[in-house]
């Protein structure tokens, strides 16, 4: 039930809309139409109060906010009265906003502000009514400033995005960033009913009061959808920062992106003037530089070159935000003038896009044709945008398929049919595309000089290219272009393909010296050149990168694997033509290019989150295997790089998880007693095996445990509650549904959990208590070698360390020598029967470079030995979970001969490197035993030495 009507409402006009506007709402929102239908008498009495032709003042926004947050008494309300009256008030704002907007009675300008202003006019709302609550439970937060005086700490909302620049649309959610003080604690006092807890605790609860009060969906519905991505450190991190940690984040972690975010960024609210100045005095240093700023284009062209790979991907035509000329485009060419100019011109430091667009003409940084272009194109695509979320009240910016709604939404903007809307969407598309394409390019041009790609030129380089060639490959070439394939090409692309052809020729003939290396590489090419040729942008791609495209082709040539990928999915050709592959990106680098693509991945589209997962760890994996081919990195490099990618996914994986089912069960107790947080989630996952020694593979699976450290019989915090042990076993689902799903484009990664305790007969995810009990009282030794490679990847930090110190306890555990030998052996022998040669492949004069008595298993088993039969004598064993560092530490130690631990080292390097070579080759690990007999026999005699035992006997 609406509350009753305060006086201070009763000042509007009897003027109740006609019949003919009624039909425009009805063509014009499914949504704001059954709000009239379903609410008649409170729709008619509300716009009685606020008319149709009136626009809200914002004191006009925060008098219905009190007035909809008050009880039956006029005081204010409890939080469920409270979260009701706050969605009624959106609901009936909602109808009114599509309303006036439909009937062209609102400026674009006035519509998106006074939308902001209802969302800065909530956030405040939930913001005091929250603080109010929590400082009556923990007193309030304090710290020591400078002058070492006690001050109360406060929050600042920042809004991001479309709320910082007053820009939101009309299903838009709103990104935010809390920022506050400085560390501290509550000023409780349990003899006044009051407990102190951290600031950073209180303002954790904080952040998350108001969230729940304007996202959670409820019987009402919603106020705002609240985003938290755009946070230093994304999801799974403190979701408030204090100042000295935001500082400390500009000045070491920021990212280009991020000064494209924080440009916009803007306290919602009023806060102490020293704390705002404090806050503006990181914020701009960080995002404007006092100069032009030049070091900027890089980055830019980064990020450019991403928007145009993601719509090549995605070919979303039907999107007029991410598509084409769309709104993205529109405001990233807006942006990159402020990012770069911004410092030099203080009038360029504003959040519209409209008002920015504005100054850049004045400074003549963009031409009037331009302008004007560029500003009719923004504002009929926000129209339309909001033409399309009116429609269902959805958070979507794709064109409808319905075509009883697309006829509607053309009405309702004025055209008389689809295809007359769909003309004038493709001209502003158009004209966005041209400034859009001109911003920081940069073409490559060829190193060679003496090579002209000029299309006059081409019969002489194709002449010279069929010398090079092999007879059959000159047929399949010619096969290629006689095809029915290129003969069907749309003149566009047939354009591009012409265009990209030089470029090939050219890249071909770079290597006429390795005839073998061109031939080789030839019909893995056309291949590639068949799945690319209908998304005719990736030709475009080959033509603007010459010098990068004489790099493909070695790496063709040398893998097929590499090839086939390409094939298979185009959008990582980008990848190589970049040359991304020349830095490998450390674990740091990895996770802050995985979060800016998650961030355009809504919440709930699991489909998308899938797809920028697997394509993420896909383009990662291959600027390895380019890295490996073409610069010969070292083994170690690439496993790192390899490892790094898969921690990286992980980690990210169980931030999206765990957010999912807080959303839908609310957030689990942890054993301390209060509710986890995002940054302490209670909940890690444990790395085994290749996993977790660092060394993984390009096609590794991933060994993992889950543990956790919530109560298990303590229920959650959401309305739908459940158990804490059935949190943690959904959220493991959830995640294993992320990781291991089987999709048209794979899986992210194959997931391996037979390691946790018990194996398949376990439970998915085991409290640390109950791991460690198992480990002490029930692991076989097998088990215990197995923990030898096991690593914290990610997760809570009390959880992690706890781990470790399991892990460190059970392997430092009093054992034989004798014992220790026996076990490894036997369990070394059981092995060998079983995945041995003799399993394999039934040939003489082949060793299997895995299993095979010599082979890689050996001289794992043999770190495995080291650690359990000396680590409770030499603690320091027990510190790393790789086999290199292992036998580093057991040399230090002077457990074996230096020179016994180094040979073992590497062969260990040696073997592991050809099989990421034969991995690359597609070739098996059976191979010639001829061209590996002084290794296996080195590791075959440093085994009988150390273990008594000759396996070879067992083969």
């Not at 995605?314 to 999107?319: A, H, T, V």
């Not at 185009?570 to 990106?585: A, E, G």
């Not at 095996?689 to 993992?704: F, H, I, P, R």
């Given at each position: ?12 006009t009897d ?13 014009a ?5 059954q ?5 008649t008498?409170?729709?008619?009495t ?8 009136q626009?809200?003042?914002r004191?006009?926004?925060d008098?219905?906010i009190?007035?909809y ?20 008030l ?17 400026a ?5 502000d006074?939308?902001?202003?209802f ?12 603080y ?18 006690v ?25 935010l ?7 501290g604690?509550?000023?409780?006092d349990?003899t006044?009913g009051?407990?102190?807890?951290d ?11 108001v969230?729940?009060?304007?996202d ?5 519905g919603?106020?705002?959808r609240v ?11 403190d ?22 975010a ?10 102490e ?8 005095a990181?914020i701009?240093?960080?995002v ?10 890089s ?42 100019y911004g410092?030099?011109?203080?009038q360029?430091q ?5 008002q ?9 940084y963009l031409?009037l044709s ?5 500003q ?8 339309l945008?909001h ?5 269902n009240?959805?958070?979507t910016q794709?064109l ?6 697309q ?10 049919d ?9 001209h ?5 595309n041209v400034?859009?394409?001109r ?5 490559q041009?060829?190193d ?16 010279r290219?069929?010398k090079?060639l ?7 070439l ?13 003149e566009?692309?047939r ?5 990209a ?6 890249a071909?003939?770079?290597h ?7 031939n ?9 050149l068949?799945?690319?040729?209908r ?6 791609m ?30 990582l ?9 020349r830095?490998l ?19 709930d ?5 899938l797809?920028?997962l ?11 295997a ?13 496993s790192?790089?390899l490892?790094y ?5 992980l ?5 999206r ?31 085994y ?20 450290k ?13 158990s804490?042990m ?15 799903t089987?999709?048209?484009d ?10 946790r305790p ?8 085991v409290?640390c208590?109950a ?8 692991a076989?030794?097998?088990?215990h ?11 809570d ?27 490894v052996t ?8 079983h ?5 394999w492949?039934?040939?003489a ?14 001289i ?36 074996w001969?230096?020179?016994v631990?180094q ?6 390097l ?9 991995a ?24 009988r ?5 000759d ?5």
């Amino acid at each position: 039930m609406l509350p009753a009507m305060p006086s201070s409402m009763n000042h509007g006009t009897d003027d109740q809309p006609t019949a003919e506007q009624l039909q425009v709402l009805q063509t014009a929102s499914e949504f704001a139409y059954q709000i009239w239908e379903s609410r008649t008498v409170s729709c008619q009495t509300f716009l009685r109060s606020y008319p149709l032709d009136q626009t809200l003042t914002r004191q006009q926004i925060d008098d219905l906010i009190q007035d909809y947050t008050l009880d039956e008494n006029y005081q204010l309300a409890d939080e469920p009265k409270v979260m009701s009256g706050l969605r009624h008030l959106r609901t009936l704002l909602m109808m009114r906003w599509i309303w006036q907007d439909a009937l062209q009675m609102i400026a674009l300008e006035q519509l998106t502000d006074e939308l902001s202003e209802f969302a800065d006019g909530c956030l405040s709302f939930a913001k005091d009514y929250t603080y109010q609550h929590l400082i009556k439970k923990y007193g309030e937060p304090t710290f020591i400033n400078d002058q070492g005086n006690v001050q109360i700490d406060d929050m600042a909302i920042m809004a991001m995005g479309k709320l910082g620049a007053q820009e939101l649309n009309l299903s838009s959610d709103i990104d935010l960033i809390l920022v506050h003080q400085a560390r501290g604690e509550t000023n409780g006092d349990k003899t006044k009913g009051t407990r102190s807890i951290d600031n950073k605790r209180f303002m954790t609860r904080l952040g998350q009061g108001v969230i729940k009060l304007l996202d959670n969906k409820t019987a009402d519905g919603f106020v705002f959808r609240v985003d938290m991505r755009l946070r230093p450190w994304g999801d799974g991190s403190d979701l408030a920062i204090h100042l000295s940690a935001l500082q400390k984040y500009f000045s070491l972690h920021g990212r280009a992106w991020e000064r494209f975010a924080w440009l916009k960024a803007r306290v919602v609210g009023q806060i102490e003037q020293p704390f705002y100045d404090a806050l503006q005095a990181l914020i701009k240093p960080f995002v404007f530089r006092y100069y032009v700023d030049y070091s900027a284009f890089s980055a830019l062209r980064e990020m450019k070159s991403l928007i145009q790979n993601q719509v090549a991907q995605r070919e979303d035509l039907d999107n007029i935000k991410l598509g084409a000329g769309g709104i993205r485009d529109i405001e990233f060419i807006v942006q990159a003038f402020q990012l770069i100019y911004g410092g030099r011109h203080p009038q360029l430091q504003v959040k519209s896009c409209l008002q920015a667009m504005q100054v850049l003409r004045e400074l003549g940084y963009l031409e009037l044709s331009t302008y004007e272009q560029l500003q009719a194109a923004y504002r009929f695509l926000r129209r339309l945008e909001h033409g399309i979320q009116a429609i269902n009240d959805q958070q979507t910016q794709r064109l409808p398929h319905d075509p009883s709604w697309q006829h509607n939404l053309a009405i309702t903007l004025g055209f008389d049919d689809w295809k007359a809307l769909l003309n004038t969407l493709n001209h502003h598309r158009n004209t966005v595309n041209v400034p859009f394409g001109r911003m920081v390019t940069e073409r490559q041009v060829p190193d060679q000089e003496d090579t002209n790609l000029e299309p006059e030129h081409l019969d002489e380089q194709i002449a010279r290219l069929n010398k090079v060639l092999v007879e059959e490959n000159r047929e399949l070439l010619q096969n290629f272009w006689q095809s029915k394939m290129v003969a069907n090409l749309s003149e566009e692309a047939r354009e591009r393909l012409d265009d990209a052809y030089p470029v090939i020729v050219h890249a071909l003939l770079a290597h006429q010296d390795q005839q073998q290396l061109a031939n080789t590489a030839l019909p893995r090419l056309i291949a590639l050149l068949e799945a690319i040729c209908r998304r005719s942008i990736y030709l475009v791609m080959i033509a603007e990168n010459p010098n990068a495209m004489i790099e493909l082709i070695p790496m063709l040539s040398a893998s097929p694997w590499i090839a086939k990928e390409l094939a298979q999915y185009p959008v990582l050709l980008d990848t190589f033509l970049q040359q991304r592959y020349r830095h490998l990106p450390d674990k740091l680098e990895l996770h802050d290019i995985l979060r800016q693509q998650l961030l355009r991945v809504e919440p709930d589209d699991e489909e998308e989150l899938l797809s920028v997962l697997r394509l993420f760890k896909k383009n990662q994996v291959l600027a390895v295997a380019a890295s490996d081919v073409l610069a010969e990195r070292p083994i170690m490099k690439v496993s790192d790089s390899l490892t790094y990618i898969a921690a990286v996914v992980l980690e990210a994986a169980l931030e999206r998880a765990f957010a999912e089912i807080v959303k839908r069960y609310g957030y689990p107790i942890g054993q301390d007693g209060d509710p986890v947080t995002e940054a302490d989630c209670g909940f890690a996952i444990i790395g085994y095996g290749k996993l977790g020694g660092l060394e993984l593979s390009y096609s590794s699976d991933l060994d993992l445990v889950f543990l956790h450290k919530i109560k298990e019989q303590g229920m959650t915090t959401g309305e739908k509650s459940v158990s804490g042990m059935k949190f943690a076993a959904r959220l493991v689902q959830k995640l294993m549904n992320y990781l291991n799903t089987q999709t048209r484009d794979g899986r992210v990664y194959e997931i391996d959990m037979r390691l946790r305790p018990s194996g398949n007969a376990g439970m998915m995810v085991v409290s640390c208590h109950a791991f460690e009990t198992y480990q002490f009282d029930k692991a076989w030794s097998w088990e215990h070698q197995a923990l030898v490679r096991a690593r914290a990847i990610c997760g809570d930090r009390r959880v992690t360390a706890r781990f470790c110190d399991i892990r460190r306890e059970v392997l430092a555990l009093p054992r034989t020598i004798e014992q220790v030998r026996s076990e490894v052996t036997s369990m070394r022998i059981k092995m060998q029967k079983h995945l041995g040669t003799n399993q394999w492949q039934q040939q003489a004069g082949k060793f299997h470079l895995k299993q095979d008595a010599g082979g890689i298993v050996d001289i794992e088993f043999l770190a495995q030995f080291a650690v359990l039969a000396y680590s409770h004598e030499y603690p320091s064993l027990t510190k790393w979970s790789d086999n290199v560092r292992i036998f580093e530490e057991v040399a230090l130690l002077g457990i074996w001969e230096a020179q016994v631990c180094q040979a073992l080292t590497d062969a260990y390097l040696r073997i592991r490197a050809a099989t990421h070579q034969l991995a690359l080759s597609e070739q098996s690990l059976l191979v010639d035993e001829s061209l590996w007999k002084e290794t296996r026999a080195l590791v075959q005699a440093q085994w009988r030495h150390l273990m008594g035992v000759d396996l070879a006997e067992n083969e």
